[in-house]
């Protein structure tokens, strides 16, 4: 599946759930690199990939600096589930992909994601976009990790409805929630094209995470 590329939708969550590429032995990994890093109940990191979820009663969440940001007014860098079409988290897990969004108000702008995560829910194509109060769907593991209310913060799916409801946010996710209402615009779900990028290294930084095949 390398050299992916086509057209996509977009979702938005977080549910602070261990992402599924932190497991070991799904993908060929680069040398000296591991699988997606995660994080305690307190965001420091696990060294165990065997981890279980926090999710499921084990100790391992999502980290925090897994929260999308900006380079510029045209490019975000950020982290996402993804469903590539012919694809398996064999080909997908850590590699990059370079999204132009195609409508709504942020249409021409790009964000390079990183694929950290994966979802029985999700459609073909489709990058759920991993944005703190982007919400829980169908895990949450925020109540756990940070004490968000039994849904999580807003809607079950969709989360927060506004940039004001950031501010009450744990410090550390408040700048990846306030960046869906600046750089984002508040946009929701656009469409996008995209093809798969050779991955930053400063998306690879927060994960530590590199395919063999990068």
């Not at 499921?56 to 993804?82: F, K, M």
């Not at 700048?175 to 991955?199: E, L, M």
Request: contains cysteine.
């Amino acid at each position: 599946n390398a050299g992916a590329s086509g057209s996509g939708t977009t979702t938005r969550y977080w549910d602070c759930c261990k992402p599924s590429c932190a497991w070991p032995g799904k993908f060929n990994l680069a040398p000296g690199f591991k699988p997606v890093q995660m994080c305690d109940i307190n965001n420091q990191p696990i060294l165990d990939s065997n981890s279980s979820s926090g999710c499921i009663n084990g100790t391992a969440y999502q980290c925090s600096n897994e929260s999308p940001w900006a380079i510029n007014d045209n490019l975000a860098y950020g982290y996402a589930a993804v469903n590539i079409a012919g694809g398996s988290e064999a080909s997908w897990c850590c590699a990059c992909y370079e999204l132009t969004f195609t409508s709504g108000p942020v249409i021409g702008k790009k964000m390079i994601v990183q694929a950290t995560n994966t979802g029985r829910d999700l459609a073909s194509n489709q990058f759920d976009l991993s944005i703190p109060g982007g919400g829980v769907g169908i895990f949450n593991g925020c109540t756990n990790e940070w004490g968000a209310p039994s849904t999580g913060w807003g809607a079950q799916y969709g989360g927060v409805a506004s940039r004001s409801s950031c501010d009450s946010f744990p410090e550390a996710l408040k700048a990846g929630c306030y960046w869906r209402y600046d750089w984002f615009k508040g946009a929701d779900n656009p469409s996008v094209s995209f093809t798969q990028v050779t991955c930053p290294t400063a998306l690879i930084n927060n994960t530590h995470c590199a395919r063999a095949d990068d």
